[in-house]
């Protein structure tokens, strides 16, 4: 009981004093709040993280072409290009974070890219083995440009198909062997 007591006295001492101190704190306007922390790279909450100020000096990102063409390559062929990333604003173009769509796909890039310089944001699939048919491989990229926080980049390539025995020759199908032939019902008789 007396342990209850204790315990209660000081839950009332220390609300009191929370009080107080809370009573006797001036009042903070706006600009006296600490500014907002801005989201951790690679953050779920980029796109909840506080705007650049309009009236300030902003990155511009200018990028002639999200999206390169290979054509039509053999299977095995190396795919690499790299973008080509402008920074027309006042500001300093930050590339945050370039996300291949899957691991086949990797990603080099410039992270700074200062006003009126040129960057590249480099994506290359080495292993094109196995790979048949149209192919598109592509990356996310969030920078902090306020009118392209995000893009996608998209490399495409059209591998060749195999052959398959319908477009093969007539000429070169044999007539199947005599160990071949279906065997006859053992149970005809004969």
């Known amino acids: 009981m007396r342990k209850i007591a204790l315990l209660a006295a000081l839950a009332a001492i220390s609300l009191t004093a929370f009080q107080a101190t809370a009573d006797d704190a001036p009042a903070k306007s706006e600009k006296d709040k600490p500014a907002q922390e801005a989201p951790a790279k690679g953050s779920d909450q980029a796109k909840d993280a506080p705007k650049q100020d309009p009236s300030g000096p902003l990155p511009r990102l200018v ?83 306020p009118l392209h926080p995000i893009m996608n980049l998209v490399l495409r390539a059209t591998f060749p198909k195999p052959e398959t025995d319908a477009k093969a020759d007539p000429a070169e199908k044999t007539a199947p062997k005599a160990k071949d032939k279906p065997k006859e019902d053992a149970g005809s008789g004969r």
């Open 63 to 145: 990028i002639e072409s999200t999206e390169h063409q290979f054509g039509e390559v053999p299977a095995g062929t190396a795919l690499e290009y790299s973008f080509e990333i402008k920074n027309t604003g006042d500001a300093d173009l930050q590339i945050l974070k370039v996300k291949p769509a899957c691991g086949c796909t990797t990603s080099e890039f410039d992270t700074t890219i200062a006003s009126g310089a040129t960057g590249h944001i480099t994506l290359a699939v080495k292993h094109t083995t196995n790979y048949k048919g149209p192919v598109a491989k592509s990356a996310r990229v969030d920078t902090n440009d």
